[in-house]
């Protein structure tokens, strides 16, 4: 795939493939992704549930079982080839250079130790500091977080914190070190409107403050609009359509992204109307069709759909689309 010039690229992934061999049959869920973030930059992956963006994402972690994982291709993070590092070495990589906000804190916290010793203990591991300090840092956090009661809430335990108090604890861990890349897996989902808007708004304020490259994983496209600066459709483990988030809100050119924006619920819809939806459902990764994933499921499908692979099409504004049909007039 040809990748649009870039400026200061911190990430950079070219020909991502990620198998997985643990089942009957070897699910392909990440095919050939490349994917650029710059400085300062946040990028959100979007896509319905099984597309390979949590997948993408755990892989720039090197969080994936070797045991149970085939992956190739490029993946580099600043002067880190993320794929060829070491045990101890990828132990050094994460906090420090990219870390993860995770779906459900809940769940990625440790239940048996407060949040105080659960930040303190992650300074300490990466830098050389006192007990003292370290505790000084996680106060700090805490504070820029905007939990409330700071002092008393590093004594508490992840279940003694609501859903939003949890996550921003998970924020506040996510930034311990310092990182340079900040990967969020679907962090709002969880959470009740009111808190997924403040949530949003603090990581988009943190990430501008602290000049963080993001990449942001989502199924809401309303989540996306509201932090990302460059959005990548995802569909059935490919990049199916990528460009400035205005430009794909504005003028969507894959079939997949435009049914994307016609299923959301908003302001548009009238009282008594049906909602769109998408037809048929994603393709098996474990046996994905010859030509493009989404030709039984597209409204716009020719023949030659069904059996070719379509390559990347670039247009303005570093706008590019995965489709044999996105540069006729009718896919506009």
Not at 261 to 287: E, F, Y
Request: with cysteine; glycine share 6%; aromatic share 4%.
């Amino acid at each position: 795939m040809k990748l649009a010039p870039a400026q200061d690229c911190f990430v950079e992934v070219k020909q991502l493939h990620v198998t997985f061999t643990g089942g009957k049959k070897p699910v392909q869920a990440v095919s050939g992704v490349d994917l650029r973030v710059q400085r300062g930059e946040v990028v959100a992956l979007i896509g319905e549930s099984g597309s390979g963006k949590s997948v993408t994402l755990r892989s720039l972690l090197g969080l994936h079982a070797k045991k149970t994982t085939l992956i190739s291709g490029d993946i580099r993070v600043g002067d880190q080839q993320v794929l060829q590092l070491s045990h101890s070495d990828l132990c050094s990589y994460r906090g420090r250079v990219a870390s993860m906000i995770f779906q459900e804190p809940l769940l990625a916290l440790d239940p048996v130790y407060s949040l105080g010793q659960q930040i303190t203990e992650t300074i300490r591991r990466h830098e050389n500091v006192t007990a003292q300090e370290a505790q000084q840092r996680a106060l700090a956090l805490f504070e820029r977080v905007r939990i409330p009661s700071p002092e008393r809430r590093l004594q508490a335990y992840p279940h003694e914190m609501s859903g939003g108090m949890r996550q921003r604890a998970m924020i506040a861990l996510a930034l311990a070190c310092n990182p340079q890349l900040l990967l969020a897996d679907e962090p709002t989902t969880a959470l009740d409107a009111t808190v997924q808007i403040q949530i949003l708004l603090l990581l988009r304020e943190l990430q501008k403050d602290l000049g963080l490259a993001v990449v942001f994983v989502t199924h809401d496209i309303g989540a996306a609009v509201e932090v990302a600066d460059r959005i990548a459709v995802m569909y059935a483990g490919r990049i199916v359509e990528e460009g400035p988030a205005r430009t794909l809100l504005r003028q969507p050119r894959h079939p997949y992204t435009r049914a994307l924006l016609q299923s959301r619920a908003d302001g548009a819809l009238a009282k008594g109307q049906r909602l769109v939806t998408i037809a048929g459902a994603p393709p098996d990764l474990a046996a994905l069709p010859q030509g493009c994933a989404f030709a039984s499921r597209c409204t716009m499908a020719q023949p030659e759909c069904e059996s070719t692979q379509p390559d990347v099409s670039w247009l303005e504004d570093n706008h590019s689309v995965r489709c044999l049909r996105a540069l006729e007039p009718q896919s506009v």
